[in-house]
Every structure is written in structure tokens, then in C-alpha cells.
T-cell receptor, first 117, second 110 residues
């Protein structure tokens, strides 16, 4: 079965710690994305990657870092510099970077819920 | 002003009711439009794309009004399983930016 997996499902972090959220896809998609969702707000783009070894900042990249060493993997690190990290984090992918989004559905992983203690 | 605005609800309706959600967008460069459904604590899933000519999928009808910059979703004969949050999603011309609305919550009661 093709799809996107994220782990862990729930993550607890102490103040000052860095944590890494995993995102893996076996859809052979070129483009991958990280979003953050807070209650009462729409999804906000953190980082995106159009292709392996390339990534770009989204709207709220401060306090986060990513890597794209393999096509199928796009891990997100939440650093201690992120002041308000408690949120629901969603990874997504599309077969190509969304130049013609009407022809390309964005697939989401099941999400990771991060809580800072 | 938010780029995509939705009434957060919640909409509480009985089974069998017809319910409509609206979504307004502010950027005239908006190109593509979608409705996603998100169940509690789950990921969003594409419900349907929205075309200028309007489109229907079973009990669901989506419409786009470019002149007034809004899209709508109509659900007929509501089922308990329709209870979810419905996200309005807009992609700007060029496809480089996708904007998600905060969602409208729907509760369908028996």
C-alpha cells in the first residue's frame, strides 16, 4: 500500500530540547511539505522540498530545520529556538511541485502531535 | 484580513438536513480551489475540487464564484458520518502557494 507515514504519533518534549519528526513516503513523489496546525487556524507551511537535496522555507520556518537526503524521507527537526512548538504537525507530498495543483492531489500523513512539557 | 476565511461554526444539524458552507478568499490570483475534510485528530483528506462550472459528487455540491471571490459546499441529506471539519483550500496562480482555511465544524445529530 502506497502512502505517507509519520512517527511518532504523539511526542512530548521538554523545554530546550530538539526533537525530530519523521516523514516517509513510498508514493515516488518528488515534492514534500511540512505544515503546522494550531486550533482555530488553517495549516501553515513550515518547509517544502521540490526535489531531493533541495528545500525551501515556508511561511513559518523559524525554529525548524529539515533535510532531504532521500526522495522518500523528509524529517523535520523542531529546535529549542521554536518558542511555541506545541501543535499538530502534518507532512504531505505531491507527485510534482504544485505548478498545476488542479491536476495533483496533495496527500497527507496521519500527523504527529507534539506537546511541550 | 485572512487570505481564506471560513465561518468556524460549529454547525449543528439533524440527520437528513441540508447544510451549506461558504468560504471567501482575498487574493484575486487564486487559481485552484478545493474542499478537504478533516476528522478529529486526523489528517485532511481531499473531498472535492471546485470548478467554475460547479461540480457535484453524490450528496455534495461545490460552487465557485470568481467575481465575488467565494466558494461554497452544499451537503444534502446529512449523515452522522458527515460530522467533521471542512477546510477550504486555495492555490495561487503558479501553484507555488496553497492556503488553507481554518475550517468549519459540522456536527450531524441523530
Amino acid at each position: 500500500d502506497g502512502g505517507i507515514t509519520q512517527s511518532p504519533k504523539y511526542l512530548f518534549r521538554k523545554e530546550g530540547q530538539n526533537v525530530t519528526l519523521s516523514c516517509e513516503q513510498n508514493l515516488n513523489h518528488d515534492a514534500m511539505y511540512w505544515y503546522r496546525q494550531d486550533p482555530g487556524q488553517g495549516l501553515r507551511l513550515i518547509y517544502y522540498s521540490q526535489i531531493v537535496n533541495d528545500f525551501q522555507k515556508g511561511d513559518i520556518a523559524e525554529g525548524y530545520s529539515v533535510s532531504r537526503e532521500k526522495k522518500e524521507s523528509f524529517p523535520l527537526t523542531v529546535t529549542s529556538a521554536q518558542k511555541n512548538p506545541t501543535a499538530f504537525y502534518l507532512c504531505a507530498s505531491t507527485s510534482s511541485f504544485r505548478l498545476a495543483p488542479s491536476t495533483d492531489t496533495q496527500y497527507f500523513g496521519p500527523g504527529t502531535r507534539l506537546t511541550v512539557l | 484580513r485572512k487570505e481564506v476565511e471560513q465561518d468556524p461554526g460549529p454547525f449543528n444539524v439533524p440527520e437528513g438536513a441540508t447544510v451549506a458552507f461558504n468560504c471567501t478568499y482575498s487574493n484575486s490570483a487564486s487559481q485552484s480551489f478545493f474542499w478537504y475534510r478533516q476528522d478529529c485528530r486526523k489528517e485532511p483528506k481531499l473531498l472535492m475540487s471546485v470548478y467554475s462550472s460547479g461540480n457535484e459528487d453524490g450528496r455534495f455540491t461545490a460552487q465557485l464564484n470568481r467575481a465575488s471571490q467565494y466558494i461554497s459546499l452544499l451537503i444534502r441529506d446529512s449523515k452522522l458520518s458527515d460530522s467533521a471539519t471542512y477546510l477550504c483550500v486555495v492555490t495561487l496562480t503558479g501553484g507555488f502557494k496553497t492556503i488553507f482555511g481554518a475550517g468549519t465544524r459540522l456536527f450531524v445529530k441523530a
